[in-house]
């Protein structure tokens, strides 16, 4: 099966469908009949065939109420190929864009499901028949790579969570047809990313890497524990065997785990795609996030200090300024209230002084250390954080500075700066 989510969609419309019909005719609707000529030419044989398909024709805008039609539409215009479909079933594909051409194939599959049928009942045998038809014809050509990676340090409430455009986390003891490595841990999530592709087209796991760097870059963000994709996935191809693939990327640390309930769903899934949307590519923002990131695959946080100081500088330092103070200065602006930046930027320029002490072997990763360096990460996701989902101007630095010029004399900009809160 390519479209798990297309089959669950389809068959909720069908049953509704079904329900749906079988009121009409109870209802005095009759299926018209054709008669058809069989057998012999010396003996010919006569019998009737119901016109199904015409049926569920004039009955469109009836079935476009259902509550399930507007997914079943527009999943059906996400395919490859529905013309191909609709060709396959001995009808002219339609004019106009996706949708209208999605209707068509619609009612032409209702058709399909009930064909040579006398009554209107949702019969399994007969709707897997039917949608092995569908994705033959669709599919033809195109090939589907599954892959299935591990997400450290995030435990979610749901069985599943869909993400959006073939990528979902799923708990790990929820996939039936997962290779048993996956499936020990009873609270371990995996990321699920079902891709296809047509010939000439980039291969699934290349169009994977992307879509998985892409999550893990989201869920760094979301959350203070770090989340990420481990170093290994499994994907297969079509029916192919499962095969084991190496992830580029370091080690997590020991943070603790993101529990996401079931009432956060949508707020990740909105921030997913704003993540993915929004990111740059080049620039200072670019190479701030890359540096985070880098700072998050250390094995310990003193070891990520100078990835962070080096985002920091990027997102609020001046090429004018041979030190960090500035830059340290324009974030605590952004991340405290005005009557508690002065502890902030304290708290900010001592981590500083632990890079030169962790070079020289000096400072050791004791819990307050990592604590400490742990808060100066902290302030640069909740920066990039605000600024890819559009709370912050992505000129961070000028906003700093109309801060602390506000700081400096309220009288002049109290009304400029009032709606500025301060990130925690």
């Known amino acids: 099966m390519h479209n798990r989510a297309l089959h669950d969609t389809l068959a909720a419309y069908v049953e509704e469908a079904a329900w749906q019909l079988a009121a009409e005719v109870a209802d005095g609707a009759e299926i018209p009949f054709e008669l058809m000529e069989e057998g012999r030419a010396t003996s010919p044989l006569y019998c009737y065939r119901p016109l199904v398909a015409e049926f569920v024709a004039g009955r469109g805008g009836m ?16 395919l490859p190929s529905v013309d191909a479909y609709l060709e396959r079933r001995g009808e002219r594909p339609p004019r106009g864009d996706a949708s209208t051409r999605a209707e068509a194939a619609l009612n032409a599959f209702l058709g399909a499901v009930w064909e040579d049928a006398s009554d209107f009942v949702f019969d399994a045998t007969r709707f897997e028949a039917a949608y092995g038809e569908l994705e033959r014809a669709a599919y033809e050509g195109c090939s589907l790579t599954r892959v299935l990676a591990p997400v450290e340090g995030l435990v979610i409430e749901s069985e599943e969570v869909p993400l959006g455009e073939g990528l979902g986390l799923a708990r790990a003891t929820a996939l039936q047809d997962a290779p048993l490595e996956l499936r020990g841990d009873p609270f371990a999530t995996v990321a699920v990313l079902s891709l296809e592709t047509a010939p000439g087209e980039p291969g699934g796991l290349e169009l994977a890497g992307r879509r998985l760097r892409r999550l893990q870059t989201a869920l760094r963000l979301w959350d203070d524990a770090e989340p990420a994709i481990g170093p290994t996935a499994w994907a297969r191809t ?7 693939v190496p992830l580029s990327g370091g080690v997590r640390r020991m943070t603790g785990d993101c529990l996401l309930a079931a009432d956060e769903e949508d707020p990740l899934r909105a921030f997913c795609a704003l993540v993915d949307r929004r990111t740059p590519r080049q620039g200072e923002l670019a190479w701030a996030l890359r540096r985070f990131e880098l700072g998050c695959e250390r094995p310990r946080a003193l070891e990520a200090l100078t990835d962070w100081l080096l985002a920091a500088r990027a997102l609020f330092g001046d090429a004018r300024e041979a030190t960090a103070a500035g830059a340290l200065a324009r974030l605590a602006a952004i ?52 600024v890819l989902c559009g709370h912050l101007d992505i000129d961070v630095r000028s906003v700093a500075d109309r801060l602390l010029a506000a700081a400096e004399h309220p009288e002049h900009d109290r009304d400029s700066t009032a709606d500025m809160p301060a990130l925690g």
């Open 63 to 78: 079935l476009a109420r259902l509550p399930s039609h507007a997914g079943a539409v527009r999943r059906l215009a996400a």
């Open 238 to 244: 079509d029916d192919g065997p499962w095969l084991h």
């Open 335 to 386: 991340c405290a209230a005005p009557e508690q930046r002065d502890d902030l930027t304290a708290r900010l320029h001592e981590t500083v002084t632990l890079e030169r002490a962790a070079i020289a072997g000096l400072a050791r990763p004791a819990p307050l250390v990592e604590e400490q360096v742990s808060e100066l990460g902290s302030r640069v996701r909740a920066v990039l954080r605000d």
